[in-house]
């Protein structure tokens, strides 16, 4: 198989001092069983080895890993690329008691982030295969501390991320509107005023809603639970209008329903569901050199 990655990845930095905290959470105090058994300057060499079929990620994280308690890498595959069952991830040397010290972070990191990654490709490709335009995009509930990693799994797939933080982004919900008397036309005239280069998402809950919300000429419409039906019906009758917002479906999408809802004429699927995968499965062989 190719080692070529699924999707470009741009150069994301991840801060030495997450890569330390995650080994360091592990084995801060190091190795008993290793140091107790006196095998710790043994030389040493590892391989991890994709078990399932999956879309590697975090791998350079990984490394980075093993590299901060001394190792050397002597190959590591890039993430974004397709791993076939048996495909090697990433092999260092060390001695035996710096390669004990790492080797489960860098496994559980791996697979972690391979199982976002590879939903996320899904996700991606069933989408694609009814709108090539369609567009899925990650929300920032990713489990607290891991955003980082999150998101490089998520590119790593082929996805793109809906939101990152609070800064990037502008997204109007009721709770904004509660302060201004519900006042859609005074909320998106002041953030055209105020924010003139960033593109306005409003989230609504009912046709009703939307159909309101669409005479201000938003950019984005975010459905909130809609389910196909309603989508669809939104999108018929949202050809009357002159101004025509991409409709962003959102809320309890997951690779079993996505095709409905591309279908249905959603734009953007907003997802939290790579989050809650299941881990891919990465095999650890770790022998004496």
Request: aromatic fraction near 6%; hydrophobic fraction near 45%; include cysteine.
């Amino acid at each position: 198989m190719s080692s070529q990655p699924f999707s470009a990845l741009p150069f994301l930095p991840i801060s030495t001092g997450l890569i330390e905290n995650l080994w360091m959470e592990d084995a801060g105090y190091g190795d008993l069983t290793t140091r107790s058994l006196g095998i710790q300057d043994h030389p040493a060499h590892i391989t991890f080895t994709a078990r399932d079929e999956q879309i590697a990620s975090s791998v350079e994280e990984a490394a980075a890993l093993l590299k901060q308690l001394g190792a050397s890498i002597d190959y590591a595959i890039p993430s974004g690329s397709r791993a076939l069952s048996g495909t090697l991830l990433l092999e260092a040397k060390a001695s035996a008691g710096q390669l004990h010290l790492g080797w489960k972070s860098a496994q559980s990191l791996m697979e972690w982030s391979a199982g976002i990654a590879t939903m996320t490709h899904k996700m991606v490709t069933l989408a694609k295969k009814i709108s090539p335009m369609a567009v899925v995009g990650c929300t920032r509930k990713a489990p607290p501390l891991t955003r980082p990693l999150a998101v490089k799994a998520v590119l790593a797939g082929g996805g793109v991320m809906h939101r990152i933080n609070l800064s990037e982004t502008l997204l109007v919900f009721a709770e904004h509107l509660t302060f201004m008397n519900f006042d859609i036309g005074k909320a998106i005239g002041r953030l055209k005023q105020t924010a003139p280069e960033r593109k306005i998402t409003v989230e609504v809950e009912t046709i009703e809603q939307a159909l309101t919300v669409a005479q201000f000429s938003p950019d984005i419409l975010q459905l909130e639970k809609f389910t196909p039906q309603q989508l669809h019906h939104l999108h018929e009758r949202l050809k009357f209008f002159d101004h025509i917002p991409s409709l962003a479906a959102a809320g309890g999408i997951n690779p079993e329903n996505i095709a409905d809802y591309i279908e249905a004429g959603a734009d953007i699927i907003v997802t939290s569901a790579p989050y809650y995968a299941k881990p891919c499965d990465v095999q650890v062989k770790l022998e004496a050199a």
